[in-house]
């Protein structure tokens, strides 16, 4: 004879759908979330880094009697004595409009997202 009792060792269908739309609500409410924290944290990455690429460029200024144009990262680094990230970041460093009397940094995620410092703002903008 058969034994009539569950063994108990295993899920039913119903629990594992009822898991499955209960990880999927939940992952909905993430995801979204995460994406915003992300940018968030790029955001405050390019506005520290471009501050410091801001303090640089007066010192180099004040050095060379003018600001510097310079077109990558890794020439920011090495002409401002600087150490921005090149390999881990998305975003490109650069000095451009520089003349004797003024500079634009720009921190560039692609070609349509930058923030953006000059000689006299406080804090970074940021361009759609």
């Not at 920011?76 to 003349?99: C, E, F, G, M, Q």
Request: proline fraction near 3%; charged fraction near 25%.
């Amino acid at each position: 004879m058969r034994n009539s009792k569950k063994c108990g060792r295993g899920f039913t269908l119903l629990e594992v759908i009822i898991v499955t739309v209960i990880v999927g609500i939940i992952a909905s409410i993430a995801i979204p979330q995460l994406f915003k924290f992300k940018e968030r944290a790029q955001e405050k990455e390019a506005w520290a880094n471009l501050k410091l690429v801001q303090a640089a460029a007066w010192i180099y200024r004040v050095e060379y009697e003018t600001y510097a144009n310079l077109s990558t990262t890794a020439i920011v680094n090495r002409d401002l004595k600087l150490d921005l990230p090149r390999t881990t970041s998305t975003l490109n460093y650069k000095l451009i409009s520089a003349t004797r009397q003024s500079f634009q940094a720009r921190a560039e995620q692609d070609d349509t997202h930058y923030w953006w410092i000059n000689e006299t703002n406080e804090y970074p903008a940021r361009v759609p």
